[in-house]
């Protein structure tokens, strides 16, 4: 029997859940600044690019399917394999600026990666203003999670300026290694045998699921209806198109974490926080506020401390963003206590309903995805809105020897979802990525601004009060007209000794001096 690589279990549902509208690939925008390197053009990129690409296998590989989707494809190597399918160029029109930018990138991710290559492009992108260059990186997310993202952008890059030496890729990712072409006898025995381990294997996961949820019920069931959190529909929940858009921002690292300091939160809360803020108002503006707090989706990485592999270790869980409550000290403080919980529970082990949706075959969970409503996919999966937090490189990084000023990631909308946020801290930044479903999210730009200015009000609650006290100067006391002594304190001016009506009265609660 010929040696198989067969997609992952944690991978089935990109390639599943993918449709005409929904995308299942993400990208990286990178602004680069070639000022140092007046050889930099298309050319000397391709070149860089090529040699970088060819020290990582997965990049030659590309998806075999299992006829009618009854098993995950397999992973085997591109034959016809070639360059010019996956580096290519464009220019922006006049004037190059955030907005042209933004219009073309999402235009580039608004296409579908080839099934019938490998799953990955990267475009050069000229005429920005101040003559900077931008870069796309575009791949599916079946081949690797946001953490293995940036390990290939490790072996893709540089983390010093100039020409550099030949580079050698991990051995985690060199290493990789892609199947044969199963035959067809081979694919539909080992098919049949997964389908036969399916109902049993669904049934435990299913119990191990709706086994608390049974006990809150009938143990607990006053309880369980308290701490059920209702999942309101926003705005931005919705049909979902096959068109995009996209903006992005770039926060102080500092002082995201003197507000993370401030409060005793995690950098993630405070970035949720944000979030919930840039939000909030935007729907305060442009819409109605749900009454009910809206809740986000957030990843959680279950990789290990040693994991190099360009793969998905990921599953998630949902937390609230707290927009029901004006005070954003409070919000923050009802974000960070669900979100440690939430995380917990991620850690855990036990199992969720992704983890269904991954022991099935293609099939199944493009029927399951289909079928979901698009109108009532914010209670079915249990959030209104994605956010995603990536951690990235401290440190410069350039790419065919141009500097990476920034680095916005564009990452995935799913059924009736309209927003996603990923944010990836890159040196003393956290630059985010936000995209939208246009039709549903008109006027999506003031959300970038909207992060801007939620910063800076929790900077503001972060400050300590200087505020100045005038020093008090002593005034004489005028003397009585009658006695020609000064009045007694406790009596009020326009008051005759002896009179207490309109004395000053000591305020409740306080002692008197």
């Known amino acids: 029997m010929s040696m198989t690589t067969q997609l992952s279990r944690e991978a089935v549902m990109f390639v599943a859940g993918e449709t005409d509208s929904i995308y299942q690939h993400v990208a990286l925008l990178a602004i680069l600044d070639a000022s140092d390197s007046p050889e930099f053009d298309f050319k000397h990129f391709r070149q860089h690019c090529m040699e970088r690409a060819s020290l990582i296998p997965q990049f030659h ?23 010019d399918h996956h580096i290519k160029h464009i220019a922006l029109p006049a004037p190059g ?32 203003e101040d003559g900077k260059f931008a870069y796309l990186q575009k791949f599916h997310h079946c081949i ?28 985690a990712i060199s290493d ?43 143990v607990w069931p006053r309880k369980a209806k308290a701490d059920r959190p209702t999942v309101p529909t926003a705005c931005f929940n919705g049909p979902i198109s096959s068109d995009r858009a996209m903006t992005f921002a770039s926060l102080s690292m500092a002082e995201l974490k003197a507000v993370k300091e401030h409060f005793g939160v995690s950098l993630n809360d405070v970035v949720l926080a944000l979030v919930s803020s840039a939000v909030r108002n935007y729907l305060l503006e442009r819409a109605d506020l749900p009454p ?50 939430a995380k917990a529970r991620a850690h855990s082990g036990a199992p ?26 914010p209670q079915m999966m249990g959030a209104n809105l994605i956010v995603s937090n990536v951690r990235g490189s401290p440190v410069p990084m350039y790419m065919a020897a141009a ?80 006695t020609g002594k000064a009045r007694p304190k406790s009596v009020a001016a326009g008051t005759k000794p002896g009179d207490k009506s309109k004395a000053k009265k000591p305020v409740a609660g306080r002692k008197r001096s």
């Not at 075999?64 to 394999?81: A, I, K, Q």
């Not at 279950?302 to 949902?318: C, F, I, W």
């Not at 199944?364 to 996919?377: C, G, H, I, N, R």
Request: hydrophobic share 40%; aromatic share 6%.
């Open 403 to 482: 500097r990476m000023e920034k680095m916005y990631p564009m990452s995935i909308l799913t059924t009736g979802i309209g927003i996603n946020f990923t944010c990836i801290s890159y040196e003393d930044n956290m630059d985010f990525g936000i995209v939208v479903e246009p039709d549903l999210v008109p006027g999506h730009e003031t959300l970038a601004s909207g992060l801007e200015a939620a910063l800076e009000e929790y900077l503001a609650l972060s400050r300590p009060k200087t505020a100045t006290r005038r020093k008090k100067v002593a005034k004489p006391r005028k003397k009585s007209p009658a």
């Open 61 to 83: 590989w590309k998806l075999h399917s299992v006829p009618m989707g009854l098993d995950r494809p397999y992973w085997v190597e591109d034959r016809h394999f070639s360059f």
């Open 352 to 377: 969720g309903m992704i983890e269904l949706f991954q022991m099935m075959p293609p099939i199944m969970v493009s029927t399951l995805m289909d079928s979901l409503p698009e109108d009532q996919a």
């Open 144 to 171: 690797m999670d946001g953490e293995g993202a940036l390990k290939l952008m490790g072996t893709l890059c540089d983390f010093e300026p100039g020409p550099q030496q030949s580079k050698n890729a991990d051995k």
């Open 292 to 341: 009910d707090p809206l809740r986000t989706n957030i990843p959680v990485s279950l990789r290990v401390s040693g994991d190099e592999q360009l793969s998905n270790r990921v599953t998630n869980t949902t937390v609230t963003l707290a927009t029901d409550l004006d005070d954003p000290a409070a919000r923050l403080q009802a974000i960070h206590e669900e979100s440690e919980q």
């Open 176 to 218: 990789a290694r892609a199947g044969d072409v199963p035959s067809y006898t081979e694919s539909t025995t080992k098919a049949w045998q997964h389908l036969a381990q399916l109902p049993g294997e669904a049934a435990r996961n299913a119990v191990d699921i709706l086994r608390p949820k049974i006990l809150e019920q009938f």
């Open 97 to 128: 600026d955030k907005a042209t930018l933004c219009e073309v990138a999402a235009h580039l991710y608004c296409k579908h990666l080839d099934r019938t290559r490998p799953l990955w492009e990267m475009w050069l992108i000229e005429g920005l």
